[in-house]
């Protein structure tokens, strides 16, 4: 069986795209499976979590479909590979990408968007499989995010549009804005939708490289996103 | 009742921005659509860039010699093309230069040494000119630490697609930056600190002349630069006009080719494209060098 691609993207920076990657890749690998790690961004900010060297040359041949992938393993992570981000993978012109990610000897591919460069995102939204919308309780937030899932809603697999989730991230319902947001977002963009709450142990661990927490808010909030994921 | 307020308030906000989320979307499609991203510039390191496909020219030794000293002087003005995969397209004499630049001094004599007519050049003028250029740590930055800018044709595959890299080559090299007039005075000032002159009749072993580093730099006649010079010496700075045409010869080249490939590009028929792009090619870098002496 070949493996499923999760894009995470959300064309706005800040949003939590990455927290949320390695959240889901420490859930994988912590269900014995195989993960590689994406890492599209210029500023490696997925590579520089997983205390990786940030290069992205070898992931601009891939992305311009020159070269095989080889992802590095990660030292620190047992049974998690990354294909490293850097400033090189800004020039590259992606080509089936699709194609080449299913080659991957792993069980799941997490793709981890950068902000803006919708080049990039485009490229990623036709590789997944399933797609994850980062965002924050907040109108800049939506509004990038809602240019993610309009592209998304027009990528069919098998006749039915690209399986699409917002997730609201790091909510704090002491905020108003956060207390009301997936009330009035629900329906309003036409995908499921998850929250994420605040989650200080969870920032704080990615922040010295090291694996998120197995207990705490983050990870209970994870697992339907898992659920929803794996269905 | 804070709550009752707030959200009335707060769905006006995100609502809105499901709006203007969903027109922008509109837009990238259609950029996507319309404009494939053609080329990028961005600093790469020297090391990373392969040689030509078919090298079908080599660098020539005086203007190799020429464009480093400028570049010593200058830094790197005008960005090389590569393509996707960081081989050279245009730029040979840049890049050879550069990489001359950050050789070690003693190896500096026997690179020179492999290039097209160095021979012919006098042995005491390179051990003279090769020996004035700064060592690679004082060169310009990024040179310094061994990285240039370059212009990235992202759409370009020049191994699987040598038409279409020639092609670009010949482009590339009659595009021109555009120096504004300010710009040009202050290349003059940059390259007089250097200790450019204006030595009387032809210049000796080891002199640095301004007006043949100023034509291959800007690519424009010994009559613009002596009335740019006369300017910059009167004290008019401000109304000197640059017309910033290539050459003639060029412009012609360029209109040919693009008709060529237009017309058998609607004929369906390729084959002969490459042959003559080379030919083409070829003697638009003969006329550049010839220009530039």
């Given at each position: 069986m070949s493996c499923s691609i999760v894009t995470i993207a959300g064309r706005k920076g800040g949003v939590g795209k990455t927290t949320l990657t390695l959240a889901l890749a420490a859930h994988y690998i912590r269900a014995k499976k195989r993960v590689c790690v994406v890492d599209?961004?210029?500023?490696?900010?997925?590579?520089?979590?997983?205390?990786?060297?940030?290069?992205?040359?070898?992931?601009?041949e891939v992305l311009s479909g020159d070269i095989a992938p080889q992802p590095m393993e990660v030292a620190r992570w047992d049974r998690l590979t990354l294909l490293s981000g850097g400033a090189e993978v800004e020039t590259a012109e992606p080509r089936n990408l699709r194609k080449t990610l299913s080659s991957l000897p792993v069980d799941v591919v997490l793709v981890d968007c950068p902000p803006g460069f919708p080049h990039l995102d485009l490229a990623a939204l036709g590789a997944a499989d399933s797609v994850l919308v980062a965002a924050e309780?907040?109108?800049?937030?939506?509004?990038?995010?809602?240019?993610?899932?309009?592209?998304?809603?027009?990528?069919?697999?098998?006749?039915?549009?690209?399986?699409?989730?917002?997730?609201?991230?790091?909510?704090?319902?002491?905020?108003?804005?956060?207390?009301?947001?997936?009330?009035?977002?629900?329906?309003?963009?036409?995908?499921?939708?998850?929250?994420?709450?605040?989650?200080?142990?969870?920032?704080?661990?990615?922040?010295?490289?090291?694996?998120?927490?197995?207990?705490?808010?983050?990870?209970?909030?994870?697992?339907?996103?898992?659920?929803?994921?794996?269905? | 009742m804070t709550s009752s307020k707030a959200q009335p308030k707060a769905a006006s906000g995100l609502l809105g921005a499901i709006q203007t989320g969903t027109s922008?979307?509109?837009?990238?499609?259609?950029?996507?659509?319309?404009?494939?991203?053609?080329?990028?510039?961005?600093?790469?390191?020297?090391?990373?860039?392969?040689?030509?496909?078919?090298?079908?020219?080599?660098?020539?030794?005086?203007?190799?010699?020429?464009?480093?000293?400028?570049?010593?002087?200058?830094?790197?003005?005008?960005?090389?093309?590569?393509?996707?995969?960081?081989?050279?397209?245009?730029?040979?004499?840049?890049?050879?230069?550069?990489?001359?630049?950050?050789?070690?001094?003693?190896?500096?004599?026997?690179?020179?040494?492999?290039?097209?007519?160095?021979?012919?050049?006098?042995?005491?003028?390179?051990?003279?000119?090769?020996?004035?250029?700064p060592s690679a740590r004082d060169l310009p930055e990024p040179l310094a630490h061994g990285r240039v800018p370059v212009a990235i044709l992202i759409g370009i595959d020049a191994e699987n697609d040598k038409a279409a890299a020639l092609a670009a080559e010949v482009a590339e090299n009659v595009t021109r930056k555009k120096y504004t007039t300010p710009e040009i005075y202050s290349l003059v000032g940059q390259l007089r600190g250097h200790g450019y002159t204006e030595p009387k009749?032809?210049?000796?072993?080891?002199?640095?002349?301004?007006?043949?580093?100023?034509?291959?730099?800007?690519?424009?006649s010994e009559k613009?630069?002596?009335?740019?010079?006369?300017?910059?010496?009167?004290?008019?700075?401000?109304?000197?006009?640059?017309?910033?045409?290539?050459?003639?010869?060029?412009?012609?080249?360029?209109?040919?080719?693009?008709?060529?490939?237009?017309?058998?590009?609607?004929?369906?028929?390729?084959?002969?494209?490459?042959?003559?792009?080379?030919?083409?090619s070829e003697l638009l870098d003969e006329l550049r060098t010839l220009a530039s002496r």
């Open positions: 599209l961004d210029p500023q490696g900010s997925a590579t520089m979590g997983l205390g990786m060297p940030i290069n992205g040359a070898h992931l601009a309780a907040h109108a800049f937030a939506i509004a990038g995010a809602t240019r993610i899932i309009t592209a998304a809603a027009g990528i069919k697999r098998a006749g039915e549009p690209l399986r699409t989730a917002l997730v609201l991230n790091r909510v704090d319902e002491r905020r108003a804005l956060d207390r009301h947001a997936p009330q009035i977002l629900n329906g309003a963009l036409g995908v499921q939708l998850f929250t994420i709450h605040q989650d200080t142990a969870l920032a704080a661990a990615l922040n010295s490289s090291e694996m998120p927490p197995t207990t705490g808010r983050a990870a209970k909030d994870l697992k339907a996103v898992v659920k929803w994921l794996n269905r | 922008h979307a509109a837009t990238d499609a259609q950029l996507a659509k319309d404009k494939p991203r053609e080329k990028v510039v961005d600093l790469v390191s020297l090391e990373l860039i392969k040689d030509r496909v078919a090298d079908t020219r080599k660098a020539k030794a005086d203007h190799v010699l020429g464009v480093a000293e400028s570049i010593a002087a200058l830094g790197l003005l005008q960005p090389p093309a590569v393509d996707r995969k960081h081989r050279l397209i245009a730029g040979l004499h840049r890049i050879t230069a550069c990489r001359l630049l950050l050789a070690e001094p003693a190896e500096r004599i026997a690179m020179f040494a492999q290039l097209e007519g160095a021979a012919r050049i006098p042995t005491d003028e390179v051990e003279a000119r090769l020996g004035a250029l009749g032809r210049p000796r072993a080891g002199e640095k002349a301004l007006r043949p580093a100023l034509r291959l730099i800007l690519g424009m613009t630069i002596r009335n740019i010079l006369e300017r910059e010496k009167g004290g008019k700075l401000p109304p000197f006009q640059t017309k910033e045409a290539p050459p003639k010869a060029e412009v012609s080249l360029l209109n040919a080719i693009s008709s060529y490939r237009k017309a058998t590009e609607k004929q369906g028929t390729t084959k002969p494209t490459e042959a003559l792009l080379t030919t083409l």
